[in-house]
């Protein structure tokens, strides 16, 4: 018996607790809500300096952001033309460098159209070391060597793109 009035006691003691903790509670924020709503023309004045603030920056971002993406995008642009540009003279050069291997007729009109297409990118790696020849076909090395400097000197001006594109302007 003993067991169920101390069991009832603390039962009825916990609802107290609880009602008085609701109570406080709804206090507490009848009292924030009226505040909020009874502000002081200075009170007033500082929540409008501190939200244009945060308006401005919002702002501020977002004109960033945009200035980044459109900066991107004209970057990414460019790297594309590169890109083909590129690729045009790998290929190009690439058939030079069949032609040569299959002893290609050098009067024919194709074979003159590439040669002269490519002379402007393959005359600065002619010389640079001799093309083995072996029954009237001929591994032209300074093809190879001019592919091999354009395939470098693309991938250092992606790579620069790239790190142009990715820069951050803010510390």
Same mark, same amino acid.
């Given at each position: 018996?003993?067991?169920?009035?101390?069991?009832?006691?603390?039962? !009825?003691?916990?609802? #107290?607790?609880?009602?008085?903790?609701? #109570?406080?509670? !709804?206090?507490?924020?009848?009292?924030?809500?009226?505040?909020?709503?009874?502000?002081?023309?200075?009170?007033?004045?500082?929540?409008?300096?501190?939200?244009?603030?945060?308006?401005?920056?919002?702002?501020?971002?977002?004109?960033?952001?945009?200035?980044?993406?459109?900066? $991107?995008?004209? &970057?990414?642009?460019?790297? #594309?033309?590169?890109?083909? &540009?590129?690729?045009?003279?790998?290929?190009? &050069?690439?058939?030079?460098?069949?032609?040569?291997?299959?002893?290609? #007729?050098?009067?024919?009109?194709?074979?003159?159209?590439? !040669?002269?297409?490519?002379?402007?990118?393959?005359? &600065?790696?002619?010389?640079?070391?001799?093309?083995?020849? $072996?029954?009237?076909?001929?591994?032209?090395?300074?093809?190879?060597?001019?592919?091999i400097v354009y395939a470098l000197l693309h991938a250092g001006i992606t790579r620069l793109l790239r790190l142009i594109a990715h820069r951050r302007t803010e510390i």
């Amino acid at each position: 018996m003993e067991d169920n009035k101390l069991t009832a006691d603390e039962a !009825r003691r916990v609802a #107290q607790h609880e009602s008085m903790k609701s #109570q406080v509670e !709804r206090d507490v924020n009848a009292d924030i809500a009226e505040r909020a709503e009874h502000t002081t023309g200075a009170e007033a004045h500082e929540m409008d300096q501190v939200a244009g603030r945060f308006r401005g920056k919002a702002i501020g971002e977002v004109v960033g952001t945009d200035r980044e993406v459109r900066r $991107a995008r004209v &970057l990414a642009r460019i790297s #594309q033309i590169i890109d083909y &540009l590129f690729y045009v003279v790998y290929t190009l &050069l690439a058939i030079r460098l069949v032609l040569a291997l299959i002893a290609a #007729q050098s009067s024919n009109g194709f074979v003159q159209l590439i !040669r002269t297409v490519t002379d402007p990118f393959y005359s &600065l790696f002619r010389g640079i070391v001799a093309s083995p020849s $072996a029954g009237g076909f001929t591994l032209v090395l300074p093809i190879v060597i001019a592919i091999i400097v354009y395939a470098l000197l693309h991938a250092g001006i992606t790579r620069l793109l790239r790190l142009i594109a990715h820069r951050r302007t803010e510390i």
